[in-house]
């Protein structure tokens, strides 16, 4: 009776573990990809704000003095250690002169800039990624998943590099150095001092840090699928319910987001570095760097390969929290209000 019961059971079994652990893709609406991304993009900017407001001051020739406190040999021999240090001086710094407010110098035309700019960058993405699916025969493949982000990229920068513009001339004011009341103060102050393509300066760095935005997506797709519940747990609709099961997807999203940029921001960094430059204001009306190699020999001549990494570890502090907060909520989004029909990826 058993063995006739096993037997009646197999069949059905068999179905659901074929059904469940195939590999599907969902055709969640193009809209949502935009919505989720803005979402995400807004609640991590707002997490990281200060340490956002410390890494663009370290970036830039204005805040270097701090550097002198500290002795030549301990900057080279405890480089990791000294990022550490000069971050935290420049944070208890900012309270004590600017008070809390200083944290956030900037986050008004930050928060213009990521929500579009991250709903452009996730929607061109999501949608990107189906269309060349599409081409490729319907195979997702990293191929696939790095053509998507490089487009991602191109688009995004394009479109917000003015919003970048003036969110750095606010955050490189101090409490001494007032010079714009607001981002619509600063925008004009911009048009009427070097025209329009004041808001296009740091253009070209921008385009350079696509390559950041494409390792992230590549890496972040292949730690995402290797993360996620192992495809033999996966044997029934029930145990896709499990609390321990759906633990397991969301840490191995969240990890994703997080090692994805790490590696990326490491890889890419000197690009935030000179993309910065490029965007200080001008100073007794002399711009001081004018062109994307014209800024990496100067910063190299004057000052060492090492001020290519200026304000890193403030950098990585945000970014890596900012990308496992960012992703997390737009997996949220899209897992929870895409379309839920589904079809089998061959």
Known sequence: MSELS???LTPLATAQTT???R????DTRSYVHFIAGGVGGM???ICTSPLDVVKTRLQTTFYQQAKANVPTAFNKSNFVLHHFIETSRLLVRIKQVEGVRGYFKGLGPNLVGVIPARSINFYTYGNGKKFYTELNNGKETPIVHLVSAATAGLVTATATNPIWVIKTRLQLQGNGTRKYTSSFNCAANILRGEGIRGFYKGMSASYLGVAEG???WVIYEHLKQKWATPKKIKTTQLDLLKPANRLIDWAGHLGAAAVSKLIAACVAYPHEVIRTRLRQPAENGIHKYTGLWQCLRLIVKEEGMVALYGGMTAHLMRVVPNAAIM???????????GDSSSKPKA
Do not use: L, P, S
């Not at 997390?328 to 897992?335: N, P, Q």
């Open 6 to 8: 096993q037997n009646r």
């Open 19 to 21: 059904e469940i652990t």
């Open 23 to 26: 590999t599907t893709v969902k």
């Open 43 to 45: 609640v991590g900017a």
């Open 214 to 216: 494409t390792i992230q």
């Open 327 to 337: 992703f997390f909520c737009y997996e949220a989004i899209i897992h929870n209000f």
